[in-house]
C-alpha cells in the first residue's frame, strides 16, 4: 500500500517574473547605442578642407551624404558606389522627396574633377540643391 505523505512540503510556486535584471539589460543596450550611433554616420575617413564660413542653417529635411574618400572610392549610405549608380540612386531619392538636399564631403586630398563628376552625377539627377562640407578654419 502506498504511502500517503501527511506533511505539506515547504516548497510552494512562484507566479511573478523579475523582470529588474530584463530593464538593466535594456538600458544598458540603449546606452550603449546612443554612444556608437553618431559615430556610424562619419564611418568614412575622409577629412575634408577647411574654409571659414557661418553657421549652417539648421535643416527641416536630412540631406543626403555622399563622400568622396581619398582613394576616389564614393561612398551613398554607407556603401561603396560607382559613377553610374549614383545617378539612379540620386534620381530615386528625388522622386520620393522632391525637395531634397545633397551634401557632398571629399577629402583633401582629392581630385578637383573627382568632385566635379559627382556634381554633374547630383545634376543628371535634377537635384539642384548642392552643398560642399568642410571643416572650420583652426
Known amino acids: ?20 535584471p530584463l530593464m538593466d ?4 543596450l540603449l546606452i550603449v547605442f546612443m554612444i556608437t550611433a553618431p559615430t556610424l554616420e562619419y564611418i568614412t575617413n ?10 549652417p542653417i539648421p535643416e527641416e529635411v536630412e540631406p543626403l551624404m ?12 554607407k556603401e561603396p558606389i560607382l559613377l553610374a549608380d549614383l545617378i539612379a540612386r540620386l534620381r530615386l531619392e528625388q522622386q520620393l522627396r ?6 557632398i564631403r571629399g577629402d583633401e586630398e582629392c581630385q578637383y574633377g573627382e568632385v566635379i563628376d559627382i556634381m554633374k552625377a547630383v545634376k543628371k539627377a535634377n537635384i539642384t540643391s548642392i552643398s560642399l562640407v568642410t571643416q572650420p578654419e583652426p
Open 1 to 20: 500500500m502506498p504511502r500517503s505523505r501527511s506533511r505539506r512540503t515547504g516548497l510552494r510556486t512562484v507566479n511573478d517574473i523579475n523582470v529588474t
Open 25 to 28: 539589460l535594456t538600458f544598458l
Open 46 to 55: 575622409v577629412s575634408p578642407p577647411s574654409m571659414s564660413t557661418p553657421q
Open 66 to 77: 555622399v563622400n568622396l574618400a581619398k582613394d576616389g572610392t564614393i561612398w551613398f549610405h
Open 98 to 103: 522632391p525637395d531634397v538636399k545633397v551634401l
